[in-house]
């Protein structure tokens, strides 16, 4: 079925390029600055969703996480007494499943409450793609246009900040990394 809905959405998506008259997206001119300003904004960002996040998610879900972890440690006790009972062991496969779930849970809720958070940011203005293009070409493009590129904009934004300050901070080293490889050839 995915398979499916990933042929259809290409689809759309080839129509909507061949019809669409879609124009290019002028960009500005920036510096190496500028591009770092973006990226450590949204690392800054990312840091505060994630400690917001942290604070949201210990509050509402360590109790349990702790109390199944407990629960295992209790059976595991008792099993180091008893290492052949097979109610026991069952216990234990039960509780460790149980947990695993749990905190497999605890994770979708994380990143797909980032994802939301992070939306929000860029609706609210900052984005991470808006800086890269000039604004008043921008207006020149079709309604649709615009709006595509907004709703893009902030999928990727949200995307970004749900993946944390982590990867922004990889994206950072990586851009850094190729400036400066890129500065080193430009000298010889």
């Known amino acids: 079925m995915k398979k499916y809905v990933a042929v259809i959405v290409l689809v759309v998506l080839a129509v909507a390029a061949l019809w669409g008259n879609f124009q290019a ?21 990312a840091l505060f969703l994630e400690r917001f996040m942290d604070v949201f998610l210990t509050t509402w879900r360590a109790p349990q996480s702790e109390q199944l972890a407990a629960e ?3 059976v595991s006790k008792d099993l180091e007494q008893n290492p052949v009972d097979s109610e026991l062991i069952r216990q234990k496969e ?38 890269l293009i ?12 615009q709006s595509l590129f907004r709703l893009l904009d902030v999928l990727i934004t949200g995307g970004m900040l749900a993946g944390g300050s982590d990867g922004i901070h990889k994206l950072a080293e990586v851009y850094r990394t190729f400036m400066e490889s890129t500065k080193i050839k430009a000298s010889v």
Request: net charge positive; aromatic share 8%; hydrophobic share 55%.
């Open 94 to 131: 039960e509780k460790q499943t149980a947990l695993a779930e749990f905190k497999r849970t605890t994770r979708t809720i994380s990143l797909w409450s980032g994802f939301i958070l992070g939306m929000i940011v860029a609706l609210v203005g900052i984005r991470a793609l808006f800086p």
């Open 25 to 45: 997206i002028p960009l500005n001119r920036i510096q190496s600055a500028d591009v770092l300003q973006i990226i450590m904004t949204l690392f800054v960002i």
């Open 72 to 74: 295992i440690q209790s």
């Open 134 to 145: 000039d604004a008043r070409a921008f207006r020149s493009l079709s309604e649709v246009q």
